[in-house]
């Protein structure tokens, strides 16, 4: 398999995809470390190389203080380059979290620190975690999501504050009602112990599971290093990289939707917003591949920015009445810093936060199945947009599932069904009604008459077609009751089907499992 749009998750319980498989990984190390050495970008006058020998110094640096704060020096791991990864901090399920395990198994293997970006610069999806509760007797399985907070707002992690704390607390009772009699113990009471117990100090949810999942971390003997994107955005390096993208935006606008097109031309997308939209443009502004958080205000905006006349740059965001931050024409970095101290918040979108990881700081990149896919597309702009040839990432994932029902419905059973209630329909010679009598018997002779009528012309064939036409109308007229109730059947089976599928689904959190279950798969990327 060479292209990682070709990835899909394993089938299999247990299953693990780590692409593009574990003895190539050394070379696609060796591969990426040549190439980005012997680039000659240059960003801000300075060669690229060396803006990543000062992202690594600081994110490092940085990673290490944050990290100082629930764990101590001696504990937190060494190398020499970066393994990087990321995700939200929202209740994902393992097969996401089987990523901060081969990274850390892998920087031990290759010498590399191991590096996960909190992506709290997202928004959360809901506040709710999702419980299958299995039907007993003939009752349709079906998906309970119990919340933890009213959160209705737009804003990203890093401002998500806890806003029903007695809400949050009755979760694990709640939830205890719905698993008390599974087989296996699900971690949520200890995680969410854990959790509880975090938010005494920070009332932030994202913070709070976080940590939590971190303390299971360490618990199997695993210690990465971790920064949120909010920390990271402080960097200098992390302003050089914005303050290039927006003095080169208009060239990034192009080059990016080039990039989108030919992304969906090549795997026959039609969806606008497949990988992701197209950045827009029109009266002179460009908008870029970041967001502008503004003082008081929850929700994040589209970032664009617009060259003036004078040679001066200005930030804004989409309307009449949007924010406007002129950039000066001296020293943009440091007005660039002025605006943070002002209270506004520039923060990367995905794909500027994977351009940024790629060719800033990692050595090698972890990516999930998804953002595998996508990364076709920061290929193309870091050849395009950069000039570089496009370091190799990794993709990791697994499959897990709770497995609560002791019978399974097969989606062969599904169209065997689905099959015979069709075959009652249109082949009703092969299916006898309850009681067989004189008339069936007289349309059984009649359809045997009828299909050896001549089709010499046109003539003969239609009416042989109106004679048996009217022969099956008579059929299924006797037949009715037996094909209602295998129409009835299949749809039956069909639905327990379904909701079979939603309970044995891949994407549950990982709170739901038992620890056993999760060190299981797990296990060959735990130290020794």
Same mark, same amino acid.
């Given at each position: 398999?060479?292209?990682?749009?070709?990835?899909?998750?394993?089938?299999?319980?247990?299953?693990?995809?780590?692409?593009?498989?574990?003895?190539?990984?050394?070379?696609?190390?060796?591969? &990426?470390?040549?190439?980005?050495?012997?680039?000659?970008?240059?960003?801000?006058?300075?060669?690229?190389?060396?803006?990543?020998?000062?992202?690594?110094?600081?994110?490092?640096?940085?990673?290490?203080?944050?990290?100082?704060?629930?764990?101590?020096?001696?504990?937190?791991?060494?190398?020499?380059?970066?393994?990087?990864?990321?995700?939200? !901090?929202?209740?994902?399920?393992?097969?996401?979290?089987?990523?901060?395990?081969?990274?850390?198994?892998?920087?031990?293997?290759?010498?590399?620190? !191991?590096?996960?970006?909190?992506?709290?610069?997202?928004?959360?999806?809901?506040?709710?975690?999702?419980?299958?509760?299995?039907?007993?007797?003939?009752?349709?399985?079906?998906?309970?999501?119990?919340?933890?907070?009213?959160?209705?707002?737009?804003?990203?992690?890093?401002?998500?504050?806890?806003?029903?704390?007695?809400?949050?607390?009755?979760?694990?009772?709640?939830?205890?009602?719905?698993?008390?009699?599974?087989?296996?113990?699900?971690?949520?009471?200890?995680?969410?112990?854990?959790?509880?117990?975090?938010?005494?100090?920070?009332?932030?949810?994202?913070?709070?599971?976080?940590?939590?999942?971190?303390?299971?971390?360490?618990?199997?003997?695993?210690?990465?290093?971790?920064?949120?994107?909010?920390?990271?955005?402080?960097?200098?390096?992390?302003?050089?990289?914005?303050?290039?993208?927006?003095?080169?935006?208009?060239?990034?606008?192009?080059?990016?939707?080039?990039?989108?097109?030919? =992304?969906?031309?090549?795997?026959?997308?039609?969806?606008?917003?497949?990988?992701?939209?197209?950045?827009?443009?029109?009266?002179?502004?460009?908008?870029?591949?970041?967001?502008?958080?503004?003082?008081?205000?929850?929700?994040?905006?589209?970032?664009?920015?617009?060259?003036?006349?004078?040679?001066?740059?200005? *930030?804004?965001?989409?309307?009449?009445?949007?924010?406007?931050? !002129?950039?000066?024409?001296?020293?943009?970095?440091?007005?660039?810093?002025?605006?943070?101290?002002?209270?506004?918040?520039?923060?990367?979108?995905?794909?500027?936060?994977?351009?940024?990881?790629?060719?800033?700081?990692?050595?090698?990149? *972890?990516?999930?199945?998804?953002?595998?896919?996508?990364?076709?597309?920061?290929?193309?702009?870091?050849? $395009?947009?950069?000039?570089?040839?496009?370091?190799? =990432?990794?993709?990791?994932?697994?499959?897990?599932?709770?497995?609560?029902?002791?019978?399974?419905?097969?989606?062969?059973?599904?169209?065997?069904?689905?099959?015979?209630?069709?075959? $009652?329909?249109? &082949?009703?010679?092969?299916?006898?009604?309850?009681?067989?009598?004189?008339?069936?018997?007289?349309?059984?002779?009649?359809?045997?008459?009828?299909?050896?009528?001549?089709?010499?012309?046109?003539?003969?064939?239609?009416?042989?077609?109106?004679?048996?036409?009217?022969?099956?109308?008579?059929?299924?007229?006797?037949?009715?009751?037996?094909?209602?109730?295998?129409?009835?059947?299949?749809?039956?089976?069909? *639905?327990? =089907?379904?909701?079979?599928?939603?309970?044995?689904?891949?994407?549950?959190?990982?709170?739901?499992?038992?620890?056993?279950?999760?060190?299981?798969?797990?296990?060959? =990327?735990?130290?020794?």
């Amino acid at each position: 398999m060479n292209s990682a749009h070709d990835l899909k998750a394993p089938f299999q319980q247990g299953g693990v995809l780590l692409w593009p498989g574990e003895l190539a990984i050394g070379n696609s190390l060796q591969a &990426n470390r040549l190439s980005l050495e012997e680039c000659k970008t240059e960003i801000l006058g300075t060669p690229l190389s060396e803006w990543r020998m000062l992202a690594i110094q600081e994110v490092t640096q940085l990673a290490r203080s944050f990290m100082r704060l629930e764990t101590d020096a001696g504990s937190l791991p060494t190398g020499n380059g970066l393994i990087v990864g990321g995700h939200q !901090p929202e209740l994902f399920h393992p097969g996401v979290w089987i990523k901060n395990f081969v990274m850390n198994y892998l920087g031990r293997k290759l010498g590399l620190l !191991p590096l996960n970006l909190v992506v709290d610069n997202d928004v959360p999806k809901s506040a709710t975690l999702g419980i299958p509760k299995p039907a007993q007797y003939d009752a349709l399985h079906s998906l309970v999501k119990l919340p933890f907070d009213h959160h209705t707002s737009e804003a990203p992690y890093e401002d998500w504050v806890l806003h029903d704390r007695e809400l949050f607390h009755e979760l694990p009772h709640l939830a205890k009602k719905l698993v008390g009699e599974w087989k296996e113990h699900p971690m949520l009471f200890e995680f969410w112990n854990e959790a509880e117990k975090n938010l005494e100090e920070d009332a932030r949810p994202g913070v709070a599971f976080a940590k939590s999942r971190r303390f299971f971390e360490r618990k199997w003997g695993v210690t990465n290093l971790e920064l949120p994107i909010s920390i990271l955005c402080e960097s200098e390096a992390f302003q050089v990289f914005v303050l290039h993208m927006l003095q080169n935006a208009e060239s990034f606008l192009k080059k990016h939707n080039e990039a989108v097109l030919g =992304y969906r031309h090549r795997h026959g997308l039609r969806s606008k917003n497949h990988p992701f939209a197209e950045l827009a443009s029109g009266k002179g502004w460009m908008e870029t591949p970041f967001w502008l958080m503004v003082p008081d205000s929850p929700r994040r905006q589209r970032l664009g920015v617009k060259l003036e006349a004078d040679g001066e740059l200005r *930030l804004g965001t989409p309307g009449p009445g949007g924010i406007r931050l !002129p950039l000066g024409k001296t020293d943009p970095l440091d007005a660039l810093r002025s605006i943070s101290e002002k209270g506004f918040r520039i923060r990367p979108r995905a794909i500027a936060t994977t351009l940024f990881a790629r060719l800033f700081l990692a050595d090698l990149f *972890l990516h999930g199945i998804g953002g595998g896919k996508y990364d076709e597309v920061t290929d193309q702009l870091c050849q $395009s947009f950069f000039g570089v040839t496009p370091p190799e =990432y990794l993709v990791a994932s697994a499959t897990l599932r709770l497995e609560l029902l002791q019978s399974h419905i097969s989606i062969d059973e599904v169209r065997q069904a689905h099959h015979l209630w069709r075959d $009652s329909l249109w &082949n009703p010679q092969r299916h006898f009604p309850a009681e067989a009598n004189v008339a069936w018997n007289e349309l059984i002779r009649q359809k045997t008459e009828l299909l050896a009528l001549p089709q010499n012309n046109r003539t003969e064939r239609k009416l042989r077609y109106q004679k048996l036409r009217s022969n099956l109308e008579a059929m299924q007229t006797l037949l009715e009751s037996s094909t209602i109730n295998l129409q009835e059947q299949a749809r039956k089976i069909r *639905l327990q =089907y379904e909701a079979e599928q939603l309970i044995q689904g891949r994407e549950f959190s990982f709170v739901l499992f038992s620890e056993n279950s999760l060190k299981h798969l797990f296990e060959p =990327y735990l130290p020794a």
